[in-house]
T-cell receptor, first 111, second 112 residues
């Protein structure tokens, strides 16, 4: 599975959009991009995943560049409860394989 | 539909004792994964199971650790003769078909 690179930490003002970048320059054609977050010491929470098209759900939007070498997770209106560590993971889709969690981005939403 | 359940949530053991961690997947999910998280680190994969079968145990320590997912009942992660280095949070995840995984709240194991 491809390696990902994320900034260690980010701040975002409450109510503003939080844009979390992820580089995955060695991604292969059949690998999906997944995003999870971990709030404090809870179990990771699934956010969204995609292959090549942009995706949107009730939690977030995922923008994947045309060459698929990077992506951005967008939380449109960040709240204090969005403070968490966000993990970007790439994995061959629907294979059941493990997820490789890196160190993620620690997002702090500031009042 | 209840989420992934893990018990106990906190477990304290003395060195040399056995630890048994249980995971009940979401209804209809036949894929179970176990991960371990040391303090200040990301989650590390341990083992992937489907009903009655171990699919991938590449992340499991070769000794003292075992996992099962029987036809009936929860998945069990068993750690024999625990040592202080086993202190960690252990997370279980389940999946209906091996795509997105849904995680439980974790079991915090403390070895005295």
């Amino acid at each position: 599975d491809a390696k990902t690179t994320q900034p260690t930490s980010m701040d975002c003002a409450e109510g503003r959009a939080a844009n979390l970048p992820c580089n995955h320059s060695t991604i292969s054609g059949n690998e999906y991009v997944y995003w999870y977050r971990q709030i404090h010491s809870q179990g990771p929470q699934y956010i969204i995943h995609g292959l090549k098209n942009n995706e949107t759900n009730e939690m977030a939007s995922l923008i994947i560049t045309e060459d698929r070498k990077s992506s951005t997770l967008i939380l449109p209106h960040a709240t204090l409860r969005d403070t968490a560590v966000y993990y970007c993971i790439v994995r061959v889709g629907n294979t059941g394989n493990q997820f490789y969690f890196g160190t993620g981005t620690s997002l702090t939403v500031i009042p | 539909n209840a989420g992934v359940m893990q018990n106990p949530r906190h477990l304290v053991r003395r060195r040399g004792q056995e630890a048994r961690l249980r995971c009940s997947p979401m209804k209809g999910h036949s894929h179970v994964y176990w991960y371990r998280q040391l303090p200040e680190e990301g989650l590390k994969f341990m083992v992937y199971l489907q009903k009655e079968n171990i699919i991938d145990e590449s992340g499991m320590p070769k000794e003292r650790f075992s996992a099962e997912f029987p036809k009936e009942g929860p998945s069990i992660l068993r750690i024999q003769q625990v040592v202080r280095g086993d202190s960690a949070a252990y997370f279980c995840a389940s999946s209906p078909r091996g795509a997105e995984q849904f995680f439980g709240p974790g079991t915090r194991l403390t070895v005295l």
